[in-house]
């Protein structure tokens, strides 16, 4: 580990603070095209994180609403071909207008419309951000992995590796959420071990990964890589709060909104615990 990538580490853990006051002084629009089983969820986590979210599909409308967002999020874990052309129209829209695009590629690897899809918008829209699981991102960057429906069952290697292939091939930032996640922009990789293991016995919270995602992004427009690890670090925190306050999945589900709006900028930073691959 090099005295520079310390020095990034150590930037990259103590700026999560600051982005999430800019989050709720600011309030930005987040608008995600996303799933039915989660459209609750990452509207109520938004909102809790001090976002303002929008759930548009619309064909109609979304190209306006893009350009008049903070961030656009794009989830296709409930796809068909209709949504699909609605998230290109938006993503077009919001690179136009240069507001920043995070994909979540929800079970690519599991059907060839899915992996097709996610291909499809990745060559049709510029990405900021890839968050995905180990599965997920490997199948986008060419090697093989075991996928179950969305549940990723195991890939070879490690995930900073993972994140790092990914992000060259890609051309964006890529974020591997698992037991330790792991954020790459090709040269720089990050490792946010923030976290509970509840947080992977509730459906939807890679959902908010992504959504807490676009959040950050939006007010680290020209700073991805920051945005996608402060919001891992930011979710991680609120996933080790709601633990302590919770006794099995439906209880943390719960107390997960609170923590999200019970966070402090002023200590975030002291609990994140960020660094290099």
């Known amino acids: 580990?090099?005295?520079?990538?310390?020095?990034?580490?150590?930037?990259?853990?103590?700026?999560?603070?600051?982005?999430?006051?800019?989050?709720?002084?600011?309030?930005?629009?987040?608008?995600?095209?996303?799933?039915?089983?989660?459209?609750?969820?990452?509207?109520?986590?938004?909102?809790?994180?001090?976002?303002l979210p929008v759930m548009a599909h619309a064909p109609e409308e979304v190209a306006e609403m893009a350009t008049v967002a903070g961030a656009l999020v794009l989830n296709i874990g409930t796809l068909t071909r209709e949504w699909v052309a609605s998230m290109i129209l938006a993503g077009r829209a919001a690179n136009v207008a240069g507001v920043p695009v995070v994909l979540d590629p929800v079970g690519v690897g599991s059907t060839m419309l899915r992996t097709d899809s996610a291909r499809l918008i990745l060559s049709q829209v510029s990405v900021a951000i890839v968050r995905g699981n180990a599965a997920e991102v490997a199948t986008l960057a060419g090697q093989s992995a075991d996928i179950r429906g969305v549940?990723?069952?195991?890939?070879?290697?490690?995930?900073?590796?993972?994140?790092?292939?990914?992000?060259?091939?890609?051309?964006?930032?890529?974020?591997?959420t698992g037991p330790v996640d792991a954020v790459s922009d090709g040269h720089t990789t990050l490792r946010v071990a923030n976290?509970?293991?509840?947080?992977?016995?509730?459906?939807?919270?890679?959902?908010?990964?992504?959504?807490?995602?676009?959040?950050?992004?939006?007010?680290?427009?020209?700073?991805?890589?920051?945005?996608?690890?402060?919001?891992?670090?930011?979710?991680?925190?609120?996933?080790?709060?709601?633990?302590?306050h919770s006794t099995g999945p439906g209880s943390f589900h719960v107390a997960l909104y609170d923590a999200l709006y019970a966070l402090s900028p002023d200590t975030i930073d002291g609990r994140a615990r960020v660094s290099t691959a």
């Open 1 to 51: 580990m090099t005295s520079e990538a310390d020095a990034h580490a150590a930037a990259m853990s103590v700026a999560a603070g600051d982005s999430l006051q800019r989050i709720r002084q600011s309030r930005p629009l987040v608008h995600q095209i996303t799933n039915f089983v989660v459209m609750n969820e990452t509207a109520n986590a938004t909102l809790a994180i001090g976002a």
């Open 195 to 244: 976290g509970n293991p509840m947080l992977a016995a509730v459906s939807g919270t890679g959902c908010i990964a992504s959504a807490i995602s676009g959040c950050f992004a939006a007010v680290n427009r020209m700073q991805p890589l920051r945005a996608a690890v402060e919001a891992l670090v930011a979710l991680g925190v609120a996933g080790e709060d709601a633990a302590e």
């Open 151 to 176: 549940e990723s069952m195991g890939t070879t290697g490690d995930l900073g590796t993972l994140a790092c292939t990914a992000a060259r091939a890609l051309g964006c930032i890529i974020a591997v």
